[in-house]
């Protein structure tokens, strides 16, 4: 007989995993304490656009749903970066053909839940989490009247965010290690409008590094952006130094002056839009008896690799193909899986962390540039010997996280003895290429 399992969470991971399981025949219950956003859109600045990348693709490819969203994302090729005079200059993500995608989360989310639904899924929402049972796999929510009810299932998944109410529930057992870290560094959504066109670059995630914060815009199908802006809650240059309109508007025109033309609603935008945190979570175990956690709720990530959603769908393919290799036996294909999966979703957070100081500090950086050029020849050159960390991470869902984050560290070891050269600027193009792919695999 198959399973009865309950999802906390209607977001992107929990609806994609009802559809795994329900293509193996589970019986599956989603609880989900906001209101339907089918129904109830929320409004702007609670969300960055999503990059959806080749480990997405491939899960959503895996339920037959790639070709859809494919159809209403963005390609972008690579990072457009804007200096303070207006210049630009696009830095390829990878190889010809090779890009990240832009996708709107409540759209992607839609179709997610919709798919889930007309397959079997059966949604509570406006049902807050108040309790996990793990002995009894028994889940009791509470409507907006707080009225409790108790549910028992088979088996019960936390995927409820970054503040997951499951994975809250764990933490009070005993040998549960949990860590949270929120960065110095907030967001807050600042909106380009279409004006008939797009008025930047459409196939390129734009961005204006400042050093110690930055601006970020991804191109929507309407011919808007949505930018992000990167900015620090407290000191010199943050939220809390821009206590006026008047400073407001004199910080954006003097630090962003070609995109703050596109953007007439700029001043209203930061005023009314939310400052939203970014943390980085950590927990382990991640399975309780039945109860299993899964996405942000097992492991938050902030955003700076566009991974954060790859990595939850990641998340749903690997316990999917774990299910197929146990013959959905629950608990071990559970308990295998945060095994397997805990090396990656911690090197995955540590990579995030380290592309932010790359995204808002580096890539404007003369050496930086060079240093891309150079694993860039080395992997035209010898592709099967070096692939560059960012292509591991985003266009090789065949190598995993961890082995990337190993990888990536003796790259920078060979890369950082080569720009020690002197005039590197000028020879490097008489580098024995060959030499450096194979030092890379030496023991």
């Known amino acids: 007989m198959k399973k009865n399992i309950a999802i906390a969470g209607a977001g992107l991971v929990g609806s994609l995993l009802a559809i795994y399981l329900l293509r193996r025949g589970y019986h599956v219950t989603i609880f989900e304490r906001r209101p339907d956003m089918r129904k109830n859109q929320a ?133 549960f290690d949990f860590s949270q870290a929120y960065i110095e560094h907030g967001y807050k959504e600042l909106h380009i409008p279409a004006a008939g066109q797009f008025t930047l670059e459409k196939n390129a995630l734009h961005i204006w590094p400042r050093e110690s914060f930055m601006l970020i815009a991804l191109p929507n199908p309407d011919g808007s952006f949505t930018g992000t802006l990167f900015f620090p809650f407290e000191g010199k240059n943050s939220f809390a130094s821009l206590t006026t309109d008047a400073a407001i508007r004199s910080f954006l025109e003097e630090t962003f002056p070609d995109v703050i033309k596109l953007m007439p ?38 955003p700076f690799y566009g991974q954060g959603m790859n990595a939850g769908f990641e998340d749903c393919s690997v316990l999917n193909k774990l299910l197929q290799r146990h013959h959905d036996h629950w608990d071990a294909a559970i308990r295998e899986f945060q095994q397997l999966r805990k090396p990656d979703t911690d090197a995955i957070a540590q990579l995030a962390l380290d592309n932010f100081i790359e995204m808002r500090d580096l890539v404007a950086d003369e050496k930086f540039v060079l240093r891309k050029k150079i694993e860039a020849r080395i992997h035209e050159l010898y592709p099967d010997k070096w692939v560059p960390l960012y292509s591991m991470v985003t266009f090789h869902e065949n190598i995993r996280y961890a082995d990337a984050l190993q990888i990536g560290r003796k790259q920078k070891e060979i890369m950082d003895d080569i720009l020690a050269q002197p005039d590197i600027a000028t020879t490097w193009p008489s580098l024995n290429f060959e030499q450096l792919a194979n030092r890379l695999h030496r023991p």
């Not at 696009?90 to 889930?116: D, E, T």
């Not at 929402?125 to 929510?141: G, L």
Request: hydrophobic letters at 40%; glycine letters at 8%; charged letters at 20%.
């Open 43 to 175: 409004g702007t600045g609670r969300s960055i656009n999503l990059a959806l990348s080749n480990r997405g693709l491939h899960a959503l490819d895996e339920v037959g749903l790639s070709d859809d969203l494919r159809a209403v994302a963005i390609p972008m090729h690579g990072r457009m970066v804007h200096d303070r005079q207006g210049n630009t200059n696009l830095q390829p993500y990878g190889k010809q053909g090779q890009f990240i995608n832009s996708i709107s989360r409540s759209n992607l989310n839609i179709v997610l839940m919709n798919k889930a639904e007309a397959m079997g899924a059966i949604f509570h929402f406006e049902q807050r989490v108040t309790h996990i049972d793990t002995e009894r796999s028994a889940i009791t929510t509470a409507s907006p009247e707080n009225h409790l009810a108790t549910y028992h299932f088979d088996g019960i998944v936390g995927a409820d965010g970054a503040y997951s109410a499951v994975r809250l529930d764990l933490q009070l057992t005993d040998r």
């Open 265 to 302: 609603e700029a001043l209203h935008d930061f005023n009314h839009n939310p400052t939203g945190s970014l943390v980085t979570t950590r927990c382990y175990p991640w399975v309780r008896h039945t109860t299993v956690l899964i996405g942000d709720a097992a492991h938050a990530i902030v």
